[in-house]
T-cell receptor, first 114, second 115 residues
Framework: EAGVAQSPRYKIIEKRQSVAFWCNPI?????LYWYQQILGQGPKLLIQ????????DSQLPKDRFSAERLKGVDSTLKIQPAKLEDSAVYLC????????????FGQGTRLTVV | AQSVTQLGSHVSVSEGALVLLRCNYS??????LFWYVQYPNQGLQLLLK??????LVKGINGFEAEFKKSETSFHLTKPSAHMRDAAEYFC?????????????FGKGTTLSVSS
């Protein structure tokens, strides 16, 4: 079974530039999550999709971050414009629908904003 | 709101020694609890999960955790550490009454294993 695929693995941009990350979840997983992991901290949820609808985006900085999941499969997360404090690893995860289902994580995209 | 607290941001043990990583949760009802491991430059991998069945949960790589409601704890243990166990470990919680809610993670504990 293929895992959660993310690209790119690494990205370096200058502040005020824009960047986009891509995620392909495990086939059949209706739920998709984007987490932000700042160095030395645990992952923090940015947005959760169920199929192509948003379940929770309460912690997404909507003035600069946006995400979409067209057709309920792949997802993209965009930052525009980027700030220095956006430097982090962006993790995508997917899961089946349920109360105790495991979330499977991709390898993440390490973003450095200089 | 649910939360988890991991006591000790860094734990160091010798190879062969007991590993104990602490996690306490804050929730009005017993939540679902998870332990994940993250190796350098990798995503998170599930070690084990508690979902209100047996209170002692066995996971992969020889790890286990015990849910103690009276102490609101879900500590992770391994009887004998191996060099390959060196990684970052995260405790996470989810709401059992709301299907599909996202995991809330602790800040993580870095485990170092010396020979």
């Amino acid at each position: 079974e293929a895992g959660v695929a993310q690209s790119p693995r690494y990205k370096i941009i200058e502040k005020r530039q824009s960047v986009a990350f891509w995620c392909n979840p495990i086939s059949g997983h209706a739920t998709l999550y984007w987490y932000q992991q700042i160095l030395g901290q645990g992952p923090k949820l940015l947005i959760q999709f169920q199929n192509n609808g948003v379940v929770d985006d309460s912690q997404l900085p909507k003035d600069r971050f946006s995400a979409e999941r067209l057709k309920g499969v792949d997802s993209t997360l965009k930052i525009q414009p980027a700030k220095l404090e956006d430097s982090a690893v962006y993790l995508c995860a997917s899961s089946l629908i349920g109360t105790n289902t495991e979330a499977f994580f991709g390898q993440g995209t390490r973003l450095t904003v200089v | 709101a649910q939360s988890v607290t991991q006591l000790g941001s860094h734990v160091s043990v010798s190879e062969g020694a007991l590993v104990l990583l602490r996690c306490n949760y804050s929730s009005s009802v017993p939540p679902y609890l998870f332990w994940y491991v993250q190796y350098p430059n990798q995503g998170l991998q599930l070690l084990l999960k508690y979902t209100s069945a047996a209170t002692l949960v066995k996971g992969i790589n020889g790890f286990e955790a015990e849910f103690k409601k009276s102490e609101t704890s879900f500590h992770l243990t391994k009887p004998s550490a191996h060099m390959r166990d060196a990684a970052e470990y995260f405790c996470a919680v989810s709401d059992p009454w709301q299907a599909g809610t996202a995991l809330i993670f602790g800040k993580g504990t870095t485990l170092s294993v010396s020979s």
